[in-house]
Nanobody, 126 residues
């Protein structure tokens, strides 16, 4: 199971850090991704990090602003969001799966993940 947290209200240009904590002793074997879903839009892949932290991927819309990381000792993954924009407003979900190395090409596909967190709301507004 995954538990996402850290969402909230932030002003444009501000920062926010999302956390995703997994249960179970084998969670470090999983690739982890962050997705988001804005009102009226499809859920989209935001970022991905491999189990060994050797690979990270980002959607073009967040490159240079967001950073994904993980701490396998804590069974946790993070999404540092900097220079946020109103367009970043969405519910953010973390997801995990064991389809490496396929994630190199399919990391942004919803169907590629077996476990999902409950979502945390991020609202960017002045």
């Amino acid at each position: 199971q995954l538990q996402a947290s850290g969402g909230g209200l932030v002003q444009p240009g501000g920062s926010l850090r999302l956390s995703c904590v997994g249960s179970g002793s084998t969670s470090y074997y999983y690739g982890v991704a962050w997705f988001r879903q804005a009102p009226g839009k499809e859920r989209e892949g935001v970022s991905y990090i491999s189990s060994g932290e050797t690979r990270t991927y980002y959607a073009d819309s967040v490159k240079g602003r967001f950073t994904i990381s993980r701490d396998n000792a804590k069974n946790a993954a993070y999404l540092q969001m900097n220079s946020v924009e109103p367009e970043d407003t969405a519910i953010y979900y973390c997801a995990a799966g064991r389809r490496e190395p396929l994630y190199d090409t399919i990391w942004y596909q919803r169907w590629a993940y077996d476990y999902w967190g409950q979502g945390t709301q991020v609202t960017v507004s002045s």
